[in-house]
């Protein structure tokens, strides 16, 4: 193997990498070892230049900082913010695509250094 990982090995049946869009970490269910949701991937098995498939779709909602915390405390309204992350990941390049609510909608880059 030459290069960098992209990706690290959680455990046998989970491979996580770096979401640059959404500034954390994504994990997909490898292996035809299901994740909590029933979902499993295919991957090439190359941490370098790895390949899910199919697409990987995460979605949440964010979390609450301090500060809205402290206005949420004193009534105002807060409406919660949904979150969605939707790519394919082939050849060690993430392909978001345009339904991501985060700054990387619609363009593709390289994975980023596993450490």
């Not at 990706?7 to 035809?32: K, L, Q, R, T, Y």
């Not at 919660?80 to 990941?89: A, I, N």
């Amino acid at each position: 193997m030459s290069g960098k990982p992209v990706c690290g090995n959680a455990d046998n049946s989970m491979i996580m990498f770096e979401c640059p869009g959404c500034e954390c970490v994504h994990g997909v269910s490898v292996n035809g070892q299901p994740n909590a949701m029933g979902a499993t991937w295919g991957w090439n098995g190359d941490f370098v230049r790895p390949t899910f498939t199919p697409s990987i779709l995460v979605r949440g909602t964010m979390p609450i900082t301090d500060q809205q915390r402290d206005r949420i405390m004193a009534g105002e309204p807060f409406l919660p913010k949904d979150v969605v992350c939707h790519s394919f990941v082939r050849d060690g390049q993430i392909q978001f695509l345009p339904d991501c609510t985060h700054k990387l909608a619609g363009q593709t880059v390289p994975m980023e250094p596993w450490e």
